[in-house]
C-alpha cells in the first residue's frame, strides 16, 4: 500500500467507521457457534474443492484459500499479526505470539464488575500463560466494531478473523490488508475437527509454522487416544452430563452440550448424546433433565450463578447427582469461543471423577499445567482457577 493511499484511508475512516457484522466469536453475548457463512452448503462445498491450497508462489506472496473459500495473496514474510474473532487463541497455540501487535477488547480487560458475564483477560487460558499480551493495543470489539484508524497505523501484515466471510470482505476491501477467514468455533463432531485441522494448518502455512501445526494436531490426537485407551479398560459407564455450557453468555442447568469434547475424547456416556449431532450449546426442558435424572453432573464455571440457582429448585433436588453429592465443577471450555487446551484438561479431570480406578495416577491441576504448557507455552491452571474456581466438587 502506498503512502498516498494509506493517508487518504486514515482520514476517511477515522470518521467512526463501524462495521454492522456481528463476528461470531462465541460466548460472548453473539452467536456462539460458526456463522453461517462456514456453514452453508455451498460454502461446505466450496471448501472440499480447494481450502488451504496454494496456487501461486514467488518471493514476495503465496496465495491460499481460506476457510470460507476466499482466494487471498499474503506475504511469505509475516512480522506483524492481529488476530481478530477469537483467533488471538490460535496464534499462541502456533507460537506466534511475538508477532502479535493488536488485541480485541475482551481480551484486554484485566478485571471486571460482578455483574459481567462475560469473559475477559486471564480468564482465557491464552492469556493467563502470556499476560503480556494484555497491555497491546485495542484492534476493535469483538462483535461490534473495528479501529480501522488504529489498524491501518499498526500496518499488520496479515490479519486473521474467526469464522465470519462478511467482516473479512469489508476489513480487506477498506484496509488493503489481507484478512483470512480461519475456524475459531468448536470442536467434538467429525466434521468440526476436520474443520479445525485444516483451518490451524492454513494458520501454519501463512505463519510459517507448518511444523508446529503438526505437532498441536498430532498432540491432541495423542492425548485423545491416551483417554479412550484408559476409559476402554473400564467395565462401569454411570451416566454423564454437563451443565451450563455458555452461549451467547451464561446458562442454568437445561443447557448442555450434546457432543461436548471432553465426553467425546473419553467416549463417556453423556446422556444429552442424541440432541445433536456437533458440538453445540443446546437448551432441553426441565422435564427432560429430570427424565434423564444423570449419575454425574459437570457444571461450566461460565455458569456457576446460574447452575447453582437451578440446583436448589424442588424438581432438581430429586436428581440422582444431585442426591448424592456427584456435582462437579470445571474449567469453561466455551469461553471467548473455544478453549481446546482447556477440553483437554477437563477431560482427565472428568476421567479422574467417573474413572477413579483408570484415571488413578492423574493429577488433573497438574495434567491441566502441562496441557497448556504445551499448547500456550507457559502454566495458566492457577490463574484461571483464581479467576473462575477451579476444579472440584460443587457443594450445594
Avoid at 463476528?23 to 457463512?37: K, L, Q, V, Y
Avoid at 501484515?157 to 468455533?185: C, H, M, R, W
Avoid at 451467547?248 to 469434547?261: Q, S, V
Avoid at 454425574?296 to 424442588?314: C, G, H, Q, R, W
Wanted: proline share 4%; with cysteine.
Amino acid at each position: 500500500m502506498n503512502k498516498t493511499l494509506k493517508k487518504s484511508l486514515v482520514m476517511v475512516f477515522s470518521v467512526f467507521m463501524v462495521i454492522a457484522t456481528v463476528m461470531s466469536c462465541g460466548c460472548i453475548g453473539g452467536n456462539t457457534e460458526p456463522s453461517a457463512n462456514l456453514n452453508s452448503a455451498n460454502t461446505n462445498n466450496e471448501l472440499n474443492q480447494s481450502k488451504g491450497v496454494e496456487t501461486t508462489k514467488n518471493s514476495e506472496f503465496i496465495t491460499v484459500t481460506d476457510m470460507a473459500g476466499r482466494t487471498i495473496q499474503v506475504p511469505t514474510k509475516i512480522n506483524k499479526i492481529i488476530g481478530l474473532g477469537c483467533s488471538l487463541r490460535e496464534i499462541v497455540y502456533l507460537d506466534s505470539e511475538d508477532k502479535v501487535i493488536a488485541i480485541e477488547m475482551r481480551e484486554s480487560v484485566k478485571a471486571k464488575s460482578d455483574d459481567d458475564k462475560f469473559p475477559c483477560g486471564t480468564e482465557l487460558p491464552y492469556l493467563a500463560a502470556n499476560p503480556e499480551l494484555i497491555d497491546l493495543p485495542i484492534a476493535g470489539k469483538a462483535g461490534a466494531n473495528y479501529n480501522y484508524e488504529a489498524i491501518l497505523k499498526m500496518n499488520p501484515d496479515v490479519i486473521f478473523i474467526g469464522n465470519n466471510k462478511d467482516a473479512a470482505e469489508d476489513l480487506q476491501s477498506k484496509l488493503n490488508i489481507p484478512v483470512v477467514v480461519v475456524y475459531t468455533a468448536a470442536i467434538g463432531s467429525e466434521g468440526q475437527n476436520k474443520k479445525y485441522e485444516d483451518s490451524l494448518k492454513l494458520m501454519g502455512k501463512i505463519l510459517d509454522k507448518e511444523e508446529r501445526a503438526n505437532e498441536v494436531l498430532d498432540k491432541m490426537e495423542e492425548y485423545k487416544e491416551d483417554l479412550k485407551s484408559r476409559v476402554s479398560k473400564a467395565t462401569v459407564h454411570p451416566t454423564a452430563y454437563v451443565a451450563g455450557r455458555a452461549y451467547n453468555g451464561a446458562h442454568g442447568i437445561t443447557t448442555t452440550d450434546p457432543r461436548w469434547p471432553p465426553f467425546e475424547f473419553l467416549g463417556a456416556n453423556n446422556i444429552a448424546y442424541n440432541v445433536s449431532k456437533i458440538s453445540e450449546g443446546k437448551e432441553v426442558s426441565k422435564e427432560q433433565v429430570v427424565s434423564w435424572n444423570p449419575e454425574y453432573i459437570f457444571v461450566s464455571e461460565a455458569s456457576m450463578n446460574e447452575v447453582t440457582a437451578d440446583l436448589v429448585k424442588p424438581e432438581f433436588q430429586g436428581l440422582n447427582a444431585v442426591k448424592n453429592g456427584k456435582v462437579y465443577k470445571v474449567l469453561p471450555y466455551c469461553w471467548y469461543a473455544f478453549n481446546k487446551d482447556t477440553a483437554i484438561a477437563n477431560a482427565y479431570y472428568v476421567g479422574r471423577v467417573l474413572y477413579p480406578e483408570q484415571f488413578a495416577d492423574i493429577d488433573p491441576e497438574e495434567k491441566a499445567d502441562e496441557i497448556y504448557m504445551f499448547f500456550d507455552g507457559n502454566v495458566a491452571y492457577e490463574e484461571i482457577a483464581n479467576r473462575m474456581g477451579g476444579y472440584g466438587k460443587l457443594e450445594a
